[in-house]
């Protein structure tokens, strides 16, 4: 995997291997996602994975509906964890849509299993809803040098597809 630098805007290529031939229509995106602010951790008794959001988290998730809205997305997939789940719950109801708990996305999976999913042709249109700690090792992994900031409820896509443009990942809204 390598990295492509344009303008100041860092692209993240995946392998040709993963992009379909003789497409006849644009593909569908896929959007990897941070889940959005969650309680702090000092605040929380429980189990990790069932902290949920904070109420900034909550707003966080509400406003993807609109920022993802002129995507075509038909999947919305996330990590286990409760607070991912509830950064795309929002989404999913505006898309009549379940979540889909993907175990590819948790803070455990190893990066390559994250990988074969977002090369999947079945994630086509898919959000991937994961933890900053996941995007931080995928974009190393992809790019080989220093990862770039990872705000709450951040997005990237997936772009290209085609026999000509690699697949790349790139900053969204």
Known sequence: MSAQVEDGAQRFLLPRSAQPLGRTSAPLPRVLLRRADAQPRAEWLGVEEWRGLSPRGR???DTLVSRLSGLR?????SSPSLRCRQTVVPLARSLDVDVEVCPELSHQAPIDRLQALLEDAATEGAV???HREVLVRLFADLSGTAVPTVPHAASWT??????V???????LG
């Open 158 to 163: 997936l772009v290209g597809g085609c026999s």
């Open 59 to 61: 707003a966080q998730a």
């Open 165 to 171: 443009a690699p697949l790349s990942l790139v900053p």
């Open 73 to 77: 997305v038909r999947r919305v997939l």
């Open 128 to 130: 991937f809803c994961t």
